[in-house]
């Protein structure tokens, strides 16, 4: 859950998960995300002010893109798609390594 993470963490882990992970290799992440649709975006809109007020709030979980913190020339995207549930949407990314 890579949505409890701070920027430069999430960073440093991709890439050490990317030396580990041999040519052609898979990584599948997942992360709460932004919201998909009006339902989705409405909840996403008060659990970013909530995680800003605190975000022990709501456990330190904050929406990301994953695709913003996958480096292109080290990953190739392989599957990505959104799914909510119950207002919270999640994204689902699966990439090979390079």
């Known amino acids: 859950m890579l949505d409890l993470l701070a920027p430069d963490f999430i960073e440093q882990l991709l890439s050490e ?23 989705s975006s ?11 007020l605190s975000p022990a709030i709501v456990g330190g979980c904050h929406p990301i893109e994953l695709s913003d913190y996958l480096p292109s020339g080290a990953w190739k995207p392989n599957h990505q798609t959104k799914v909510t549930s119950w207002g919270v949407t999640s994204e689902v990314l699966v990439a090979s390594a390079r």
């Open 17 to 39: 998960a990317h030396r580990l992970v041999v040519p052609g290799g898979k990584l599948c992440l997942v992360s709460l995300t932004f919201g998909a649709s009006s339902l």
């Open 42 to 52: 409405a909840v996403c809109w008060g659990w970013q002010r909530l995680w800003r």
